[in-house]
């Protein structure tokens, strides 16, 4: 698909570590990406939505790159439960953490 303008992507994620994330960069030859597009180290505990600590970690993160999409990878590892409830609580905290647009 074309893309039609440039923005800047966050992707928290869970599974890969530095390491293999360096080897898959490499080779797709993109350091001219460095400015639009951050991955997370896996977080220790995972991506623990409830935790002051997290959320305060993750805000200093979007207030610092400031992107125009979020991307968490993968979904079951931010919603523990394919329920409706636990859907609904997830997004509520995603909400609150992810700044708003003007």
Known sequence: MPVHRQFCTMIVQTENGR???????????????????????????????????FQDDIRAALDSFKPDCVILDPWNAASRDDKHRDYVDTFEKLRNLLPGRE
Do not use: A, M
């Open 19 to 53: 390491y293999r994330l360096q080897q898959e960069f490499e080779k797709l030859q993109c350091c001219d990406l460095d400015k639009w597009i951050r991955v997370s180290e896996p977080p220790p505990f995972g991506l623990t939505l409830s935790n002051t600590e």
